[in-house]
């Protein structure tokens, strides 16, 4: 736990670490960053308050509750917890995270919680957070052993939903729990991560990696995450604003992303006989199968943070834009819907003032090839398939009639598929608060 001859002992994103739980009793391998190297060389030296490394010296110069010779005991190692591994991650992680530093980032100066200062430029900022996880999409990277873009995933995830209400996204945290570390497939994982972060322009802030023998089948994890960002107060986006005859626009995905996993693995069953590399190279459209359901997730932040900006495609979130300037500019954009679990029709909803109908055009953009197997093998209702599946539209924005066309180049520009995908009515009485027509 030593730092590098010439390491200061504070740096502005350490890693590692290890920690108790609340009641100090040992939980397994708990890797925290930022990471404070003044408690780890104490707890090397046997002066720390912490139990990993800590040995309690009696009068007669031997460990506690021993006497004469030194007899043979149990390690951590012997419990299923390998701090070496640990350690060896941890020397992994560290560049990755340092690329994916923004303005904002402080100093670690107390290694049990990250630092980040509020952008200046903000009249009244409000912190939007969120947090999720990818779902049973993890079943799919396990038996394809496919680790590298799961992290992807699990930013996106978090990140577009904060960017729903206009945040730009400032920093982001991560949980991966095993029950045997693997370095490789840690390190693959939260690479995975590190590039999600780089796609939005946050920062990989912080995390924990949590070994706990016993608690996952060998080659197994679980992950988690956390995104927090930041929009002007009176740039807030919440739907309020939309009227009948606004329109709706589509923004493409890049797949399933990580909603329906349960439904498509029991698809793939019935249709491959098995989930494995081998069974899923069955090719759609010249790509394999594999390919299309571990897609990773498309990230909105930087197109739809500078269309809301009022600036061109070149803007990007993290370049320091201050918040005032932003708030002050046009905001073509009224309401968005991240189309996550519960699809079009439970998600678009969710930005909608009460009394208004949503109308898609079954029509308006043409559905990706996987979704039209997975429905043709599963037998699966068009209705299932629009509460369960974002269809091919990632993200759904409202805009007033007049800003359709600007809003329509400016995302082009931006690089992204965008399709004029409905419009706003009044919603009949009894009738569902989004149709796809």
């Known amino acids: 736990m030593r730092p590098p001859p010439g390491r200061p002992k504070e740096v502005s994103l350490p890693l590692g670490g290890t920690a108790r739980s609340a009641k100090g009793a040992q939980t397994g391998l708990r890797l925290k960053w930022p990471f404070d190297w003044q408690r780890a060389m104490a707890q090397e030296s046997g002066q720390g308050t912490g139990q990993e490394g800590r040995r309690k010296r009696e009068p007669d ?23 070496d591994a640990g350690d060896a991650l941890v020397e992994r992680i560290k560049p990755l995270a340092s690329r994916t530093r923004r303005p904002g980032v402080l100093s670690g100066i107390g290694g049990f919680g990250g630092l980040f200062a509020v952008p200046a430029g903000y009249r009244e900022p409000i912190l939007v957070s969120g947090t999720d996880g990818v779902g049973t999409k993890l079943k799919l990277a396990f038996a394809l052993g496919r680790h590298d873009t799961i992290g992807i995933d699990l930013v996106a995830m978090s990140v577009n939903d904060i960017l729903v209400q206009g945040a730009e996204p400032l920093f982001f945290l991560d949980y991966f729990a095993c029950g045997k570390l693997n370095v490789d497939t840690a390190a693959a994982v939260i690479g995975g991560v590190a590039a999600g972060c780089e796609q939005s322009g946050c920062a990989l802030l912080g995390g924990e990696t949590a070994e706990m023998p016993g608690m996952y089948p060998p080659g197994e994890y679980d992950l988690a995450g956390f995104a927090v960002g930041v929009v002007e107060k009176s740039g807030i986006i919440d739907g309020s604003t939309i009227v009948v005859g606004d329109q709706l626009v ?97 998600n678009v909803p969710r930005m909608l003032p009460t009394g208004l109908q949503a109308v898609i055009r079954a029509a308006a953009w043409k559905r990706p090839a996987i979704f039209d197997w997975l429905q043709a093998e599963g037998g699966i209702a068009d209705v299932e ?47 569902a608060a989004t149709v796809v027509a």
């Open 61 to 83: 110069g031997g460990p506690a509750g021993q006497s004469g010779a030194a007899k043979e005991g149990l390690s951590y190692r012997d419990a299923g917890v390998d701090i």
């Open 250 to 346: 589509g923004l493409a995905s890049s797949g399933p992303h990580s909603n329906g996993y349960s439904l498509i693995r029991r698809v793939l069953e019935k249709a491959c006989g098995e989930i494995t590399p081998a069974a899923l190279q069955r090719p759609l459209q010249g790509r394999p199968l594999a390919d299309w359901v571990m897609a990773p997730t498309r990230l909105y932040a930087k197109p739809l943070l500078s269309l809301i900006r009022g600036q061109g495609p070149a803007s990007l979130p993290g370049a320091g834009a201050p918040g005032g300037d932003a708030a002050a500019r046009p905001n073509p954009v009224k309401g968005m819907a991240h189309i996550t679990g519960g699809g079009l029709l439970e």
């Open 385 to 431: 398939m629009h509460r369960v599946f974002n269809c091919g539209i990632g993200m759904v924005l409202a805009v007033a009639p007049g800003e359709l066309e600007t809003v329509m180049r400016s995302l082009s520009q931006a690089g992204e598929d965008a399709c004029h995908l409905g419009e706003i009515v009044d919603r009949p009485s009894g009738a």
